[in-house]
């Protein structure tokens, strides 16, 4: 199916915007914090047309299934709930918006951590954006995409998903200073690519573990008396709080400081050392890892051309990230996925998408 057939007529426009992978700076934007995104090259592109009744029309290729707005004073569930949250995120901004078909087709694998719900957001945007001449940069393009994902979605994210998805390319690292919004966009580290492989187990508890890591570290932060994590400098400070605040607030407080090192410029090597101490932070301190992630990290780590590796995402499951000598993303994941399946488990290369019959 294309846009003609869903809808009888061609689109007038379209947009894309990429997934993204989080390099560096794990569960540090909710403490007001640092974080290291890039994009990556799977994307997901929406058209649009001018809808012929007074609804909205939705499509999704990816889901095979259309959802039609009958009454703007529900908000869908489901994919729908992305698209017309944009929607309704900018009428609610005073920009007027016609009943739209909308049509998404997406490269970028859903619900595995890379970020498609942001990717959906942002491209929704860029595209209304263009097909009405709306006056938005692309920091609100970020902000209302969050907005969206908040208030229609019923996420509570925050803001690096949307900043890496509208700032970011494939090429470079989005420095984000999650609660100024100050950003510096830097090169990939020298002769080096990346590589992310799923664990092949799903993030089951990611929701309740989520929201309970960012309780405590509202928690460990009142002790300290700070507005939030971000604002301790110096890991020492952490000591004096109760386990497992203490741990919590470590990992937080060092991992920061591993973003920030990485901001005065580093090596390849130095860029994997500290993800591989990200990973053992987020294994020992921030307990958000599973065997099956450190068994899928370890194996990377121990392969030569990798400089480093860690679990990317929120953890409980989910994807792996590795930093790989620049060519060599295709053997090193072919090697690591046939030793993980040895281990029991069955890993799949996300990024670059590899066809594995290719690798073999
Ligand atoms: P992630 O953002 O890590 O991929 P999320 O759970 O945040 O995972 O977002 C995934 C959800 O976003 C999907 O369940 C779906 O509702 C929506 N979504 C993303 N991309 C598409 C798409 N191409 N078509 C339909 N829905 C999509
Ligand atoms: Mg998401």
Do not use: W
Not at 177 to 196: G, Q, S, W
Not at 335 to 357: R, T
């Amino acid at each position: 199916m294309d846009f003609q057939q869903v809808f009888g007529k061609p689109p007038e426009t379209q947009a894309s915007a990429p997934g993204r992978v989080n390099l560096l700076g794990e569960h540090t934007d909710y403490n007001d914090g640092f974080v290291l995104p890039t994009a990556i090259p799977q994307s997901t592109t929406v058209q649009l047309g001018l809808s012929s009744d007074s609804h909205h029309h939705f499509y999704s290729e990816n889901l095979n299934e259309q959802v039609s707005i009958l009454d703007i004073n529900h908000s869908p569930s489901g994919f729908a709930s992305y698209i017309f949250g944009c929607i309704e995120v900018l009428q609610k901004a005073g920009y007027k918006i016609p009943s739209l078909c909308v049509y998404v087709k997406s490269s970028v694998p859903m619900g595995s951590g890379l970020s498609s719900s942001a990717a959906l957001e942002v491209a929704t945007l860029r595209a209304v954006r263009q097909l009405l001449n709306f006056p938005i940069d692309d920091v609100e393009i970020a902000q209302f995409a969050q907005q969206a994902e908040i208030h229609y979605a019923g996420v509570q994210c925050g803001i690096m998903d949307q900043m890496a998805s509208s700032l970011a390319d494939t090429e470079h690292i989005l420095f984000l200073d999650t609660r100024t919004l100050k950003r510096r966009v830097m090169p990939l580290p020298d002769n080096a690519e990346i590589l992310v492989i799923d664990s092949g187990v799903p993030r089951t508890l990611a929701t309740s573990g989520y929201n309970q890591r960012r309780a405590e570290c509202e928690e460990a932060a009142r002790s300290l008396g700070v507005k939030a994590l971000r604002d301790i400098t110096d890991v020492e400070v952490t000591e004096k709080l109760p386990e497992p605040l203490r741990r919590r607030a470590r990992h937080v407080v060092t991992e920061d400081n591993r973003v920030l090192e990485v901001l005065q410029g580093v090596s390849s090597e130095r860029f994997g050392e500290l993800m591989n101490a990200s990973h053992a932070s987020l294994r020992d301190d921030y307990e958000v890892s599973v065997p099956a992630l450190d068994t899928l990290v370890e194996l990377l780590q121990k392969t030569p051309g990798v400089f480093g590796a860690r679990l990317t995402g929120a953890g409980f499951g989910g994807a792996s990230v590795a930093l790989v000598v620049a060519g060599e993303a295709r053997s090193i994941a072919t090697h690591v996925l046939e030793q993980y399946k040895q281990a029991g488990y069955n890993g799949q290369i996300l990024v670059p998408s590899l066809e594995l019959s290719d690798a073999a």
